[in-house]
Every structure is written in C-alpha cells, then in structure tokens.
C-alpha cells in the first residue's frame, strides 16, 4: 500500500509556483553560461600551457622527445567541443522551459522573448558568431600544434608511421573542432521541436 503524502509534501507544491520554477530555470541558465565561458577559459589555458611546454622542450639543447606533449592538444578540443555542446544543449532546453511558462503570461501582453523573431533572431547570430569564435580557436590551436610537430619531426628524425599517426591524430581534433559549428543547427532543431510542440 503507498504510503500517503506527508503535510509537508502537500505544502511544498503549493510553494513551488510558476514565478519560481520561472526564477529557478533562468537561475539555471545563468549557471550554464558561467559554465560554459568557464571550459573556454580552462582550454585556452591548457592550450597554451601544452604549447609554451613544447616550443622551450623544441628550444632546448636535449629536448627529449617532450615536444610530443603537443599531442595534447587534439584530446582537448574534443573535452572542449563534447562540454560546449552539452551546455548549449541544456541552455536551449532550459530557455523552451521558460517559453512554456512565458506562455501563461501571454494574456498580459508580456513580451515573449524565446520564440519572438524579434528578438531570438539577432539572439541567435550572435550565439553563431560564438560558435564561430570558438572553432577559430581550435583551428589556430591545431594549426600551432601541426608547426610545431613539424619541427618535432624534422629535429627527431621520425619514422614515416610516428608522423603519419600525429597527423592522423591532429586531422581528428580538427573534425572534433568542425561539430561545434553544427551546434547552431542543433540549437535551431531544439527550439523548432519545442516550438512545434507548444503550439
């Protein structure tokens, strides 16, 4: 037999009201934000950490080998690339959330910002042109990794399968570096599936 509700149980969804759910999820979204800025932040750190280790192990009379940790920097646009699109992700789901509440306010004439052209629209170019800024950064992270790799080979006499296997490594970070220019579609797809649902 199911135990029945306690008063404070019956209270509580009293108190858990639209206006807080409302505050709750922007509250949210906020934290993503900050969130997200933050992994921005912590990979250009660890990008150029990465390559001020392996341009003074390149400089230095017996570098052995340790400009390989160059290597690096394919793993971390992956990390980079898999936590943006996530917190994008929980953004657009967060922000139709708020489109759902927003819609009980829609007899006072409150202006929808979340499925407004007005206002989503200039919203969302200027979120492509993050996406934008973000994939030039790995791009110019693997084009300085590939520089460096090539005075790694050429000053180590690599065999032709190490260097082929850097090279391959260098192609994947840059395919992972090309999916956060799909994270715009993504974002377009999630409000239109939202959208589609309200109405």
């Not at 949210?28 to 912590?42: D, S, W």
């Not at 969302?124 to 994939?135: P, T, V």
Request: aromatic share 8%; hydrophobic share 50%; net charge positive.
């Amino acid at each position: 037999m199911p135990d029945k509700p306690s008063p404070a149980d019956i209270q509580l969804k009293g108190i858990v009201d639209a206006s807080t759910r409302y505050s709750g999820a922007y509250a949210e979204i906020n934290t993503r934000i900050t969130q997200r800025q933050n992994v921005i932040t912590i990979f250009l750190t660890a990008i150029t950490a990465l390559v001020a280790s392996a341009v003074v192990s390149l400089n230095s009379v017996h570098h052995l080998g340790l400009w390989r940790v160059i290597y690096g920097v394919p793993l971390l646009i992956i990390v980079f690339t898999a936590l943006l699109r996530m917190h994008e992700r929980q953004i657009v789901i967060l922000r139709a959330y708020i489109a759902e509440l927003e819609a009980f306010c829609e007899a006072a004439q409150i202006p929808n910002y979340h499925y407004n052209s007005v206002y989503i629209s200039p919203a969302m170019e200027a979120r492509r042109r993050h996406d934008l800024i973000c994939f030039l950064l790995c791009l110019c992270a693997v084009v300085g990794a590939l520089w460096i790799c090539l005075l790694g080979w050429t000053r180590s006499q690599l065999s032709d399968l190490e260097v082929g296997i850097g090279g391959f490594w260098m192609a994947i970070g840059m395919i992972a570096a090309l999916h956060i220019l799909s994270t715009h579609r993504m974002r377009r797809d999630l409000l239109h599936s939202f959208g589609k649902r309200r109405s």
